[in-house]
């Protein structure tokens, strides 16, 4: 497989592999199936990086005979995969990066996921550490609910035994408990 670093293009992007572009035949196979769809336009320029580090190309037209005709930023990866499947992206289509790397444009690492899907896979995973419960002591993760509260308690014997004993002043209110939370990705 060829690749073109710079374009994060492959040879791949014909897919079915009946031609060998060479890599300046790739770029205009590219430009001009991309203009096909966006034919507003007559020019594509190089892929631009973003102070974000995400790649973009600026479609523009050079006769301007419709004033109203404004350069269009286009998100390279988008342009990519529109041109793999020969047609705009609809609806909430959106272009997700498979290895969650989006400065890896290669063709082999994109595929179209709806704008849910694609969020489900981006969002961000919390992990509580293990605390110790306020009454017995045992370790446990900590659920959600749990944070705000003063104290926290593996279960609902344990809570229920607490609150007992601290309503006929059994026992010491528990001290607030730090809750640590990792996030990842
Ligand atoms: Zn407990």
Redesign the pocket.
Known sequence: MLLIPDLGLDMSINTENQFEYAPFDIINYFHSELLKLYNDYDTVSEPLKGKDRRLRLILSNSKKKKKEIKNKLLSYPKAIKEVEIKRKLVGDETVDHIDSNFENDTIDNLQILSRSENARKDAIKVIRKSVK?S??G?EFIPTRGQTRKLGV???RV?SGKYGKLLQYNKIEPAKKVKIIKVYYK
Do not use: P
């Open positions: 419960c009454f017995c045992k308690f593996c279960s344990c």
